[in-house]
């Protein structure tokens, strides 16, 4: 069981916005600005989307956005298109000298 | 950027494996090097650190005691060795760098590791 929750999967059509949680503790997400989320379609690596809770490397569409309040992250996937259609994970230092990932959340496009 | 891991395959349980992480177009010398574990169907798990300095380690509490992660500057590769390995070790293990030691900037395709008797 991963110390990040995350929804097992959520879904939207074409053009709509979806927004991914990844909820920890006090410890965790709560306490440390370094929350990433990562996008995996199946059989390929995982890449980073968004770092630093809100930040977004280059070539990322800003389509994606990353927040934070409180012990819960979010991911939103604003004008949902079909290649956005993967799983998704938040990764966060757990300030015990350790990393924790979520669970993973499958976006499915309709 | 390219990161290649090797040293993937069958072992008995209880046995021992030595992944490499080959890197071009990056210094794995100047950043902050992961290795991440995906059992089949599973989600990804982080596995173990080192940083820049290449001294400094740290391990997730499944891995602590038996994996040690490690790196040659000279071959530009990171290094883990995994000893006492068992069933759920089964993964494929992904090396992952960057510039920052809280982000996975830049990923591996994996190497599979499976321990079966």
């Given at each position: 069981?991963?110390?990040l ?41 995982p ?11 280059s070539?990322v ?9 409180g012990?819960t ?13 993967a799983?998704?994970y938040?990764?966060?230092y ?7 990932f ?9 | ?27 794995v010398?100047?950043?902050w090097m992961h ?37 040659d ?6 290094y883990?060795?995994?000893n ?12 992952v ?21």
């Amino acid at each position: 069981q991963s110390a990040l929750t995350q929804p097992r999967s959520v879904s939207g059509s074409p053009g709509q916005s979806v927004t991914i949680s990844c909820t920890g503790t006090s410890s965790d997400v709560g306490r440390y600005n370094y929350v990433s989320w990562y996008q995996q379609h199946p059989g390929d690596a995982p890449k980073l989307m968004v770092y630093d809770v809100f930040k977004r490397p280059s070539g990322v569409p800003d389509r994606f956005s990353g927040s934070k309040s409180g012990n819960t992250a979010s991911l939103t996937i604003s004008g949902l298109q079909a290649e956005d259609e993967a799983d998704y994970y938040c990764f966060s230092y757990s300030g015990r000298n350790t990393f924790d990932f979520g669970g993973g959340t499958k976006v499915t496009v309709l | 950027v390219q990161l290649v891991e090797s040293g993937g395959g069958l072992v008995q349980p209880g046995g021992s494996l030595k992944l490499s992480c080959a890197a071009s177009g990056f210094a794995v010398s100047r950043n902050w090097m992961h290795w991440v574990r995906q059992a089949p169907g599973k989600g990804l798990v982080w596995v173990s650190r080192i940083n820049s300095d290449g001294i400094n380690t740290i391990y997730a509490d499944s891995v602590k005691g038996r994996f040690t992660i490690s790196r040659d500057d000279a071959k530009n590769t990171l290094y883990l060795q995994m000893n006492t390995l068992s069933a759920e070790d089964t993964a494929l293990y992904y090396c992952v760098g960057g510039v920052a030691g809280h982000n996975l900037e830049n990923w591996g395709q994996g190497t599979l590791v499976t321990v079966s008797s």
